[in-house]
C-alpha cells in the first residue's frame, strides 16, 4: 500500500518490530499510550515469527495496535519495510521494542518535523534504565577510523560523541532505537536497503538521506529509556552468531558508502579469519575452527557449511 498525502488519517505512525520481546514490549506500548497527548497516532507491531506469547498479549491488552504476523524473521529493515506499507501517517517513528518513553516524546519530534522543514529525520536522547546519558547518536555518519578497529577488534570510545545535552542539532547518524522521519523522504530514499538483515541500517539510511539534500538532527526534549541489547538478546556484536550479521553488513556498508575502505576491511577480516582457521585446524580444536569457519564463509559471502550451523 503507497499511501498518498490525501489518504493519510494521523500525524504519526509508530512502527516497532518485535521478535520474542514480549514484556519489554509490553512496558514499551504501555509507556507509548501512557506519554503520547498531544498527537493523532498509530501503532503497527510486526513480529518476526516469535515463538513466545507476544502477539497474543498484543492483541488482548493491545486492541487499537494493529499487529502484523511474519511467517519468517525477516530482519529490521525488511520488517520495518513491510510495516510501512501499511501505515497513514505523515511521520514514520520507528521504535525499539526495548524502550520506555519518559515523556511525548513522539510529539516532541513530530512537531520539530513541522517546524524544521530542512530536517528529514530525527531522534530523542535516550537514556538507561537508571536514566543515565545512553549511546543516542553519532556525530559523523562514517568513522573510518572505528571501523578499523572493530575490525581488528581494537577498543574503540566516542564518548561524549553520542548524548545531546544542549540543544538540538545536526548529527551523523541517530540510533536505531528511536527514529522519525518524514513518509515523503523515506519514500524518496528508498526505505531501508534489505542487504541489511540487523545492524547498518541507521547511518545507510542517514547517508542516503543526506546525500538527497536533507538533514538529521538530535532533539534532546524527547526523552527515551533504552535497553540496550533487550530487542535483539545479545549483549554485544561478538556474540556468536550476531558477529557474522554484524562483519556482513560492515562489509556491506562500506562497499556502498566507503568504497576505498570496504578493501581494507575485507582484507583485515578474510586474513585473520584465514589464519584463525589455519592454526585451529592445525590443533584440531573442531570448536574454534568452525566459528573460524564460520567467520570465513561470512567473509566470503558464501552461504555456511552445514558443519558450520554447529
Keep these: 500500500m503507497n499511501n498518498t498525502c490525501s489518504s493519510l488519517l494521523y500525524t504519526v505512525s509508530v512502527i516497532i518490530v518485535n521478535y520474542n520481546t514480549r514484556d519489554y514490549l509490553d512496558n514499551c506500548l504501555r509507556s507509548l499510550f501512557a506519554c503520547t497527548k498531544g498527537v493523532l497516532f498509530e501503532v503497527i507491531v510486526i513480529d518476526n515469527a516469535s515463538s513466545d506469547d507476544s502477539v497474543r498479549m498484543v492483541k488482548d491488552s493491545y486492541p487499537s495496535v494493529t499487529v ?9 529493515g525488511a520488517a520495518n519495510n513491510r510495516a510501512f ?23 516532541i519530534l513530530a512537531t520539530y518535523l513541522d517546524t524544521t522543514p ?20 553519532s556525530l559523523f555518519t562514517h568513522s573510518v577510523l572505528r571501523e578499523i578497529c572493530i575490525a581488528l577488534n581494537i577498543p574503540y570510545s566516542d564518548k561524549g560523541e553520542y548524548f545531546n545535552t544542549g540543544h538540538s542539532k545536526p548529527v551523523g547518524t541517530i540510533c536505531g532505537a528511536d527514529m522519525m522521519i518524514k513518509r515523503t523522504v523515506f519514500e524518496k530514499v528508498g526505505r531501508f536497503n534489505e542487504i541489511f538483515f540487523m545492524y547498518y541500517e541507521e547511518p545507510d539510511l542517514c547517508s542516503r538521506i543526506k546525500k538527497a539534500g536533507f538533514a538529521v538532527h538530535s532533539v534532546p526534549e524527547a526523552r527515551i529509556i533504552h535497553f540496550e541489547g533487550g530487542a535483539t538478546h545479545l549483549n554485544t556484536v561478538f556474540d556468536k552468531p550476531s558477529k557474522f550479521f554484524f562483519i556482513s553488513s560492515q562489509l556491506a556498508y562500506s562497499k556502498l558508502h566507503l568504497k576505498l575502505l570496504y578493501p581494507v576491511l ?15 585446524s592445525l590443533k584440531k580444536n573442531q570448536r574454534r575452527k568452525v566459528y573460524w569457519l564460520n567467520y570465513l564463509f561470512t567473509v566470503c559471502g558464501k552461504p555456511l557449511p552445514a558443519c558450520a550451523s554447529k
Design 266 to 280: 575485507w582484507a583485515i577480516h578474510f586474513g585473520k579469519s584465514a589464519l584463525a582457521y589455519s592454526v585451529y
Design 68 to 76: 502484523i504476523e511474519s511467517d519468517r524473521n525477516l530482519g529490521f
Design 118 to 137: 530542512s530536517v528529514a529525520l530525527c531522534g530523542g536522547n535516550l537514556y538507561t534504565p537508571d536514566e543515565h546519558p545512553n549511546g543516542s547518536y
Design 85 to 107: 506499507d501499511e501505515a497513514k501517517g505523515k511521520y514514520i517513528f520507528f521504535l525499539n521494542p526495548d524502550t520506555v518513553l519518559l515523556n511525548d516524546a513522539v510529539s
